[in-house]
Structure formats: C-alpha cells, structure tokens
C-alpha cells in the first residue's frame, strides 16, 4: 500500500471516529492525535486533514474513497506534511465531471447568507472563513526589535500591521508561547479583529484617575490591552463567572508587567467605561473553530441574543454619567449584533446615546438606524482578522445614579 493510500485510509478511520461535529468536537480531535502510534508529523498531518474534512463536512457525505480524499488534497494546506497526499489525490490528472467543488456559500449552514446583509457580503465572509489563520500578536513592549530578532531567530516571519504597530501577523501554526519574549511578557496572542475592537475607540493613556470594568473578561485578552492603552492613571477591572479564567488572566497580567490590571469576584460602584465581549456564536472566529460551523443553529443564535441583551443591560447599570459602554462580539450575525444593540438602545434611550467609534480603519460603519443606534462591522479577511462587532455608548452625563444593586454578574 502506498504512503498516501495508506494516509487516506488512517484519515477516514479517524474522521469517522471523530462523530458527530459538536462542541467537544476539538477535545475528541486532540485525543484522537495523541495515539502513540503517531510522531509529529504524522500528527501535523492528520490534525490539517481532519480540519479541511470540517470545513467541508457539509458535502462529503455520499462521496466514494477516491473523490472523498481528492476533495481533502485539493483543499488543505501545503505543507511537507501534505505533501505525498496532495501528490497522489490532487497532482494528477482528475475526472472533472465527478470533482466535487463546491462554493464557500455551499459549505455555510442554510440560514448563513440571510443573517448578513447582501448575497455578497456572504460570499466574501464565507470565503475569508474557509481560510487558515495566520498568528496575531500584540506587542506589550516599546522594545520591537528585541521581539522580532528572536522570533526571526525561530525562524518565523513577522509581519507588522499597516495602522497598529503592536499588531504583527506570522505564519499560521507558528509556535510563539515558547519564546523568552512571550514569557517575559513581550506580546500576547490576539487575533488583530480583536485587537481593532479597543483600536477603534482611539484610547489614549489616562491624564486622571479613572476606573474601567471588563464585564465578561474571560482570560483577559482585552482586559491587558486596556491596561497597556490606558496607562497608570486607570484601574482596570475584570470579572467573569469562571475563576480558571480569571487566574488565567492574573497570571497573563503578571507576566505582562501590567500593575493597573485586578481581578474582582463582583463589581463594586459605577466605572468610567464598561466592556461588554459578550458570549456568541463565535462566526466571526469559524476558520480557528470550523467544527462551529455544523453545530450552531438559528436556536442558537437566539439563545446567545438573549443572554446578551441580559448581560448588556446588567452591565449598563454600572456605568457612571458620562462614562463609555462598548458592546463587542466575535461574531458577524445581525441578530446577536445590530439587533441586540438597537434592542437595547431603545429601551434605554433616556439614558444612553449611541456613539460611532472614533476609527473604522476602512471597515463598514453603520450610521444610526431607525433606533438610532450604530456600531462597526469588522468583517473577516479584509486584513486577515477574524470577524467581530463593536459598538459604543455614552450615558448621559447629566443623570445622577442610584447604587447598582450588588449581584452575581451574567457574564460567561
């Protein structure tokens, strides 16, 4: 049996052993790849094959071996690992008529394209998160040389972004946590979507004593980039319902040398902003987590527009008069974007204005709708970002608050 019949045997034997695509689909994939039987290599491989079989799980039932595993070569990755694969399944000449090739729209759930705002809008979405991702870092150091000397020395490319320096892409799978600059601190994983969200508000570092909250801060991604944009002058706060997460982020805040930054069971008192990264589908991040793709429904997206509009309103309670609160998402849906923040400005349009963010780095930016509200769409792919969604809301300086009731925050 030839190498790469012998691949294309393992790789189905594993596909089916990884049913059905749900959430504890990548803990089977990683448990999969721990057989003894496999070095690095072969697990590289069949960790690319078995992620290009998700991205196109939708049409690969009721093809034969051979049009099965041609589908898998023509589709993955380059990589040496692939290669005698590729060589075998998609080098030669191939029966056009029986190739399945299918469009990105094809390999989206049904209800996709209607959840964005034109048929091409979809396409371009649906392409972009069919992609492999690249490796975003945001630098925490002023110090970029001795950052990219190192991760040269690894020999990986780094890439700066063209409007955030602190933004550098690098290959895709490159391995950056073993670095001394990653331990010391030096830079954090974010993929530049995220990082655009708190980019777009144009923070600057604090000239007063002010006090920010990062109501569902999860390992703190954003939480270190507000300390590091806001500077000594700010205290930031995360809380979460999850304490792995945040020691997580207390460890991640160490490491970063970031002083401003604290973790807090529950919040206390009113804040000069509020940082909602509320839980969603996640659309916007299907090429990091394409098993997503075909286990997230319309329910779904229901589920997640309601526990938002809930965290939302919770978390506007904390807001002083005056002060910020940021509505983001990883997602690209309008239910769990648009239509949750228009929800919510109009039930709370005594005591919020919706606010554009200051930049839009080139991405759509929606003026006020018929609620007045309007937010920013940052689509995937359009720098090589994931897909995300902000938007910004002042409360009116003129109201005088009472106490927010101290309670156990929804935040997920």
Known sequence: MSVARNQARIVRDLWNRLQPLDRGTPARLQALLSDRRFGSRDRRLYRELLLTAIRYARVLPGLDD????????????STRETTAFREAYAGGPVDSERRISPT???LMP?????????????????????????VWVRLQTDDHATVLAELAALGLKAEPHSVLPDAWRLPPESAVTASISYQNGYYEIQDLGSQLILASLDLRPADRPVRWLDFCAGAGGKTLQLGRLLGPQARIEATDIRPAALAELRARALRARLANVYTVPRPVGHYDGVLVDAPCSGSGTWRRSPHLMACTGLADLDASAKLQATILNEASSRVAPGGLLIYATCSIFRRENRDVSAAFLSSHSDQFDSVAPALDFGFHSFAKDGAGSCGLRLAPGVFDNDGFYVAVFRRRATLTLPEPVPGQTSAS
């Open 104 to 106: 990105p729209l094809e």
């Open 66 to 77: 051979e049009n099965w595993s041609s589908l898998l070569a023509f589709a993955c990755a």
């Open 110 to 134: 049904d209800w996709f394209t209607a959840e964005l705002d034109t048929g091409q809008e979809a396409t371009v979405a649906a392409t972009a998160l069919l992609a492999r991702a690249p």
